[in-house]
């Protein structure tokens, strides 16, 4: 079974804080996901990455960045935390399968910005 | 641009009840279609997926059928159980690669 992990389950963090969350699958998809999903928005893509030391921004990408320095890893980070990022943080893997890839989801971090 | 649709919840049913959930979307081309469930607690798991016109896609008693004249993939299940309860998500993936997620339908099963 695939496998996707997140570091945290649940953060808080204060205002102006550096903040990096960490996920890990360990199935060598070459696909990585961020996503926040806040209630009736639905979930939103923030950045994505197609392979090692690559990124693309997606709908929502302001105030984050990321890292992805092996294949295996993809870390959001909240360069200056605001409390409008308190949010659940989804990290999702795929492979690249000719466009029919299943994405498979962590469990989530449920982040607090106080 | 691309986008999708579904019912607005919370949807309350008793158990053994009929189950609809309502999908539409908007693309060009031919995307390929999905839903996955969230309970909760946990992240986002696939229950089912459909990659062309007229495939039915099935699950845990689930069904959604991708039917490109009427852009849509409603889920169905004929009888529910409390442990259906949770969030579950309408996407699709279009033909650059990208997913869309609905905004979820939140369901809740009551004995």
């Known amino acids: 079974d695939v496998k996707v992990t997140q570091s945290s389950r649940y953060l808080v963090k204060r205002t102006g804080e550096k903040v990096f969350l960490e996920c890990v699958q360990d199935m060598d998809h070459e696909n990585m996901f961020w996503y926040r999903q806040d209630p009736g928005l639905g979930l939103r893509l923030i950045y994505f990455?197609?392979?090692?030391?690559?990124?693309e921004k997606g709908d929502i990408p302001e105030g984050y960045s990321v890292s992805r320095e092996k294949k295996e890893r993809f870390s959001l980070i909240l360069e200056s935390a605001s409390t409008n990022q308190t949010s659940m943080y989804l990290c999702?893997?795929?492979?690249?399968?000719?466009?029919?890839?299943?994405?498979?989801f962590g469990p989530g971090t449920r982040l607090l910005v106080l | 641009g691309d986008s999708v649709t579904q019912m607005e919840g919370p949807v309350t049913l008793s158990e053994e009840a009929f189950l609809t959930i309502n999908c539409t979307y908007t693309?060009?081309?031919?995307?390929?279609l999905f839903w996955y469930v969230q309970y909760p607690g946990e992240g986002l798991q696939l229950l089912l997926k459909?990659?062309?016109?007229?495939d039915k896609g099935s699950n845990k008693g689930f069904e959604a059928t991708y039917r490109k004249e009427t852009t849509s993939f409603h889920l169905e299940k004929g009888s529910v159980q409390v442990s259906d309860s949770a969030v579950y998500f309408c996407a699709l993936l279009n033909t650059g690669n990208q997913f869309y997620f609905g905004t979820g339908t939140s369901l809740t099963v009551i004995p």
């Open positions: 990455s197609y392979d090692v030391k690559m990124k």
């Open positions: 693309a060009t081309g031919y995307p390929s």
């Open positions: 999702a893997s795929s492979f690249w399968t000719g466009g029919q890839e299943t994405q498979y």
């Open positions: 459909a990659t062309k016109a007229d």
